[in-house]
């Protein structure tokens, strides 16, 4: 008999949030994790920024502080990039953000058989299943990725504080500043919900029967 049983968004969030909650520890390692990457994804990118805007200056002086602090400038450059190194550690770091959050989401599957059982069970469609680990994801990666970009790009401001004076606060790009800590935002998002996919759509084809007779 197929099974009918629909649960409204607001019961989903209401779930997803205690589930947070009773996993709280396993949470807080796995947002500290997109804390980190997002954090250095918005440092690097805050950064650059803040250089393209001492650079379009034309000014002499801060064109050398900038070579001094490693940034190659060519004659005519107009805008600065991100050094090949620099790409390659921070997309090392947010592949290692996926691969920590695949496997504390295949931890959350594990730990929760007989909760995934009883909700199929009771009637709960493999959508909803899904749902809610999408949601947790959501949570979870809007909650570290709006701390990590609003710490890598408060990081960055200091750092170009104490490089080129206090006098770069005149010169703060704050629209890029602010294009590039939403983007990390939701890069971090984006990120959370993609390493849920694998382990929510797991649980979502999980045999409700299987899932009751695991031993915890």
């Known amino acids: 008999m197929t099974r009918l049983i629909v649960l409204p968004w607001k019961k ?17 390692v796995t947002t500290f994790t997109l804390v980190l990457a997002v954090s250095f994804l918005a440092f690097s990118q805050v950064s650059i920024d803040i250089a393209d805007a001492m650079l379009v200056t034309g000014d002499t002086t801060l064109c050398q502080m900038l070579m001094r602090c490693g940034y190659d400038i060519m004659p005519g450059d107009t805008s600065l990039a991100a050094s090949p190194k620099q790409r390659w550690i921070v997309t090392l770091s947010l592949l290692v953000c996926v691969v ?82 939403l983007t990390a935002i939701v890069t971090g998002i984006g990120l959370s919900l993609l390493g849920v996919l694998y382990p929510a759509v797991m649980a979502a084809h999980m045999q409700p029967v299987e899932a009751m007779r695991v031993e915890q």
């Open 100 to 181: 920590g959050i695949i496997n504390a989401q295949l931890m959350s599957v594990t730990e929760r058989f007989r909760e995934i059982g009883t909700m199929k069970c009771l009637g709960a469609l493999d959508r909803f299943i899904v749902r809610i680990f999408v949601l947790e994801a959501v949570m979870e990666g809007f909650a570290g990725s709006f701390v990590g970009a609003l710490l890598g790009s408060f990081t960055a401001f200091l750092v170009a504080l104490l490089r080129f004076g206090t006098d770069t606060i005149n010169l703060l790009p704050w629209q890029a500043i602010s294009v590039s800590t």
């Open 12 to 28: 989903s969030v209401e779930i997803a949030y205690k589930s947070i909650r009773a996993r709280f520890f396993r949470s807080l």
